[in-house]
């Protein structure tokens, strides 16, 4: 089985980010057969439909990255019960010009974190609803709400949280297993 690169997208900008946090620890654990990389989201202009014509190069750019993975990780906060707007933004630069989708077929994972107590399900299932349509097969057990972000990592932004930990791993084990059977092979 070849390498599957997984485009890690995070929902958050924040410098000290528990989002980007665990988006280190997932890169970091090594899960067999799975390579992550950093996707950035934060610099996408917002999306308006007039700017097709002229293209800018950051959309350019984004679009022909997210083309090279064969699947996504979308790693995010909650926001007011729902996604973030730099993520939405992001999925929105993605999906279009119509019918050249770089979402499209792409299996994909959500984890949600936040500080709070309810492990972001809002925006956890808020993204759900959006990837339907963009037609992502998006792995449905087991879901992944991470709460009290705060007690999660150690000083230096490593994520110490044993069952954490222990969980995250499962998760991406079960996750590489989505991803190979869902697959599309004109994608590989
Ligand atoms: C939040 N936060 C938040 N938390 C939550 O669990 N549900 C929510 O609806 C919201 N809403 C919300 C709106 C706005 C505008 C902000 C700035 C924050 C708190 C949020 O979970 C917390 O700031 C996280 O730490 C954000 O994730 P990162 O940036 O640490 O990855």
């Known amino acids: 089985m070849k390498l599957l690169k997984v485009a890690l997208v995070v929902g958050s900008l924040r410098k000290e980010s528990f989002n980007k946090k ?71 630069v993605g999906s279009r010009p119509y019918g050249r989708s770089v979402w499209d077929g792409k299996p994909a994972a959500i984890i949600s974190c936040t500080a709070g107590g309810l492990g972001a399900f809002g925006a956890n299932h808020h993204l759900r609803q959006s990837l339907v349509f963009l037609n992502m097969p998006t792995l449905q057990q087991p879901e992944a709400y991470l709460s009290h972000a705060a007690n999660l990592f150690d000083e230096s932004g490593a994520l110490i949280d044993a069952s ?25």
Do not use: C, M
């Not at 610099?43 to 439909?49: D, M, Q």
């Not at 679009?63 to 993975?69: A, F, P, Q, S, V």
């Open 22 to 92: 665990i988006a280190r620890a997932v890169s970091e654990f090594k899960v067999g057969g799975l390579h992550f990389e950093n996707i950035e989201i934060g610099e996408l202009p917002l999306y308006n439909e007039d700017l097709e014509e002229n293209e800018p190069l950051e959309w350019q750019n984004f679009r022909k990255e997210l083309k090279l993975y064969d699947a996504v990780l979308f790693i995010t906060p909650e926001y007011n019960r729902s996604v973030t707007a730099v993520l939405k933004n992001a999925l929105d």
């Open 164 to 188: 954490t930990r222990d969980f995250l791993k499962s998760f991406l084990i079960k996750f590489k297993s989505w991803i190979e059977n869902n697959i599309e092979e004109k994608k590989v």
